[in-house]
């Protein structure tokens, strides 16, 4: 959001008046972002404390900063902070965290070679940072509280770490702000995924800040468990408890503590698709909460879902994370559900997927599911009950859900092979279902990518820990891009070197023979062989849909007193377990009560208004 004008108050009004009704306070954290970014949209010059190149791929150098940009920048802070509190905020934040505000860059050594007394000295780099919160209080600290938003350490080998000039900084402004908001720099690190760190991996850099200061400390963590924030507060680490990714997967996170409802909590898996959002820029996803982003879009509430409009009794097949939570949210509206699933255990892709390196927390997905709807009468589950197409026209429910999921495919057709790859009778080819089953695998492996997201670097993971040599080739000019975006990519790039994995980048598969496979460089054809005893191609999945032929005769269906058999998730369309929980809820949501609008969700249209452009020239 934006406060550049008074002309922005009104909006931001509005949101602090819905916060008030909640008896909640309403912060705002405001930012300038130095060179951070590139000023797309205003075409702009960034600025910077001494110019140069920051964090985008764009082509473009920041403005080193004058001493009137210096006064202007802390005049437009001063006047933000005014409009904020004139839009009725209660906490307003200074920010200097994740090497994305301009504050941050000038108390950063490697942005800021000023000569003048804004550089050089750690007691000069602090200068702007100080000068700022203290305008701001003054401006309107009489009734907001002024917080900020500080970055202890970088996580990597810089002057701001938590041991030098971090704990620097929080030395020589120790009781100014009104609130201390401690967290470790870049946003790769804060928001670190359950893949690369467990809960409260933060407290060992900023367990220091409450010795230095007498006013209180926020510090998030990604924490989902009650005991682990109540252990943070009792070893004297933090005051309050920031939780941003585990309020997403459960906004009413602190209400299910306060009313012991412990077990309900819908716990945050750290997979990062939240983070997705703001990649692509788009509304923010939940892997977790299906209703995130779809509140205003879709009218959803994250607890709360409109009662059953019909006596109907649905089956649906299948009990991976579509199927279950399809289950659960049809069972929250009354209906009376029966859910069929063909393995022993509940969970589909996850129960399996969450076996492999680095992604136990993602069981969480079918845990919470399976707890709740264990608690719901008007559910029956059955496990080790494979159905077929004649079982569900003799059950007869009226309305059936397929929800069977997909499997991997073999012959390495995707997103970049679309012609038949030469495959040798004797090659020996592992699915990636039969890795998430455990099959044995050994010697020479190569894992071709065309996937782009984690399986086959966790694949690669898996089988270095078995003792497999692995190269891994990818269609891609890049290992797994798509991880980019749930900031990941470096530290899986990481990891696969410290593994000793061979990388091939932007290359495909033209042929597996029984000892080597042929790849082709994407951008010069250039062909070359590689030795190889076991294959794997992670490429696409085929959704399982026989269960579904029979929607193609609706007469069929009539005769059974079925209305409606529809797929949902991987057998429909396979994708994240992000997609297949939103499926499944979607299904829930519309059944007996469709979306009105023409593309199942609002659009924020702006009302149409005469804007009178500048004067042309
Ligand atoms: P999704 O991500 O769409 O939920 P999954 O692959 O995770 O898909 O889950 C699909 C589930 O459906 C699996 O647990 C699988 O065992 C189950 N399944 C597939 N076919 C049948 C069937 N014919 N009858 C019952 N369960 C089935
Ligand atoms: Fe947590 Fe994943 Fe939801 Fe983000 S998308 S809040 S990481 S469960």
Known sequence: ???????????????????????????????????????????????????????????????????????????????????????????????????????????????????????????????????????????????????????????????????????????????????????????????????????????????????????????????????????????????????????????????????????????????????????????????????MGEEFRKGWHPENIAPAASQDRILIIGAGPAGLECALALAKRGYHVVLAERGEELGGRVLLESRLPGLSEWRWVIDHRIYMLRQKPNVQIYAQSELILQDVLDYGFERVVVATGAHWRTDCLGRSIHMPVTISEHARIVSVDDILRNVEVGGRVIIYDDDYYYMANVIAEKLCANGCAVTYVTSAGEVAPYTAATLEQDRIIERLLQLEVEIICGNTVTSVDTASVEISCRYSGRRSNLDCDVFIPVTERIPRQEIMAIAATPSALGEHGIKSIEAIGDCHAPATIAAAVYAGHLYARQLDNPLDQRYGFSRENYQPQVLVPPRAR
């Open 1 to 291: 959001m934006r406060l550049w004008d008074d002309s922005d108050i009104p909006t931001h009004r509005l949101m602090v008046e819905k916060v008030h009704q909640h008896e909640a306070l309403a912060g705002i954290q405001l930012a300038h972002n130095g060179l951070h970014v590139s000023n797309r949209f205003t075409r702009s010059p960034t600025l910077s404390p001494s110019g140069g190149t920051g964090g985008w791929i764009d082509p473009v150098q920041s403005r080193a900063m004058s001493k009137r940009d210096i006064r202007e920048l802390r005049r437009w802070h001063r006047d933000a902070a005014i409009r904020a509190k004139q839009a009725g905020y209660d906490i307003v934040y200074v920010y200097a965290a994740h090497n994305m505000s301009i504050f941050m860059h000038f108390l950063q050594s490697r942005y800021n070679q000023r000569g003048d007394e804004y550089g050089g000295s750690l007691q000069n780099r602090v200068r702007l940072l100080r000068e700022v919160l203290e305008e701001t209080k003054e401006a309107i600290g009489d009734s907001c509280a002024v917080a900020l938003r500080f970055a202890v350490d970088e996580a990597e080998d810089t002057e701001l770490r938590f041991d030098k000039e971090g704990r620097g900084v929080v030395e020589m402004l120790a009781d100014l702000p009104d609130l201390w908001d401690v967290n470790i720099s870049g946003w790769e690190n804060d928001s670190l995924s359950s893949r690369f760190g467990r809960c409260g991996h933060q407290e060992r850099y900023i367990s220091f800040v409450k010795q230095i200061t007498a006013k209180p400390v926020v510090g998030v963590g990604r924490f989902t468990s009650p005991d682990e924030m109540v252990a943070q507060i009792k070893r004297g680490t933090l005051d309050f408890i920031g939780a941003a990714r585990p309020s997403i997967a459960d906004p009413f996170l602190p209400k299910k503590i306060e009313q012991g409802r412990i077990e309900e909590i819908r716990e945050c898996i750290g997979c990062n698709i939240c983070t997705t959002g703001d990649h692509f820029a788009v509304p923010i996803r939940c892997t977790q909460n299906p209703a």
